[in-house]
């Protein structure tokens, strides 16, 4: 079973700031990841996927890169309304199998 | 517009049986998979089920194999899952989810487009 590693567990940024997050699986999902962005209260929204790919509707700030284990989706100039939790996921080929690692909270210092 | 709409979820004691329902609109409900991911309070996402279009193939996360079961009826675009022997552990908010394949047709790897708003799920005595 592959294990999806997200790093770090929370970070404090400010708006303005570029973030950075990090999505490591324990054996290689070639480009087979997405990253999703949850507000409280709210159900998860896909951002990005095939590790670099923005959803419909997603904004450029947003973007999202790697292949094999190692994932990181960044965004460039952080809004008010960016400061959630993102959980990146995979899922295995057979059986079908879907993963989420254990999120990244993104608050306001 | 794509809506889906859970119901189902109450207090529940440790070994209880409960039913939840995903009522699905604005796509064709029969062209697609669908899942069940659940939400511990306070804590991350995990899958939970799948089930295929025609309702031929069935999946589980271990931790609920033998004790949950996923269904469907197409007929009223709707979605099931059955959950026996609840535990504790299985208390969490409860999502129906539409998956889609993405980029390439025919090998593209599949991701949650559209999720419900939850349905919540308590097991305690």
């Known amino acids: 079973e592959i294990v999806l590693t997200q790093s770090p567990a929370t970070l404090s940024l400010s708006p303005g700031e570029r973030a950075t997050l990090s999505c490591r699986a324990s054996q290689s999902v070639s480009s087979y990841l997405a990253w999703y962005q949850q507000k409280p209260g709210q159900a998860p929204r896909l951002l990005i996927y095939d590790a670099s790919n923005r959803a419909t509707g997603i904004p450029a700030r947003f973007s999202g890169s790697g292949s094999g284990t190692d994932f990181t989706l960044t965004i460039s100039s952080l809004e008010p309304e960016d400061f959630a939790v993102y959980y990146c996921?995979?899922?295995?080929?057979?059986?079908?199998?879907?993963?989420f690692g254990q999120g990244t909270k993104l608050e306001i210092k | 517009e794509v809506q889906l709409v859970e119901s189902g979820g109450v207090v529940v004691q440790p070994g209880g049986s409960l039913r939840l329902s995903c009522a699905a609109s604005g796509f064709t409900f029969d062209d697609y998979t669908m899942h069940w991911v659940r939400q511990a309070p306070g804590k991350g996402l995990e899958w939970v089920s799948l089930?295929?279009?025609?309702?031929?193939?069935?999946y589980y996360a271990d931790s609920v194999k033998g004790r949950f079961t996923i269904s469907r009826d197409n007929s009223k675009n709707s979605l099931y899952l059955q959950m026996n022997s609840l535990r504790t552990e299985d208390t969490a908010l409860y999502y129906c989810a539409k998956a889609r394949r993405y980029g390439d047709p025919y090998s593209g790897a599949y991701y949650f487009d559209y999720w419900g708003q939850g349905t919540l799920v308590t097991v305690s005595s």
């Open positions: 996921q995979q899922r295995s080929n057979w059986p079908p199998k879907y993963t």
């Open positions: 089930i295929s279009w025609d309702g031929g193939s069935t």
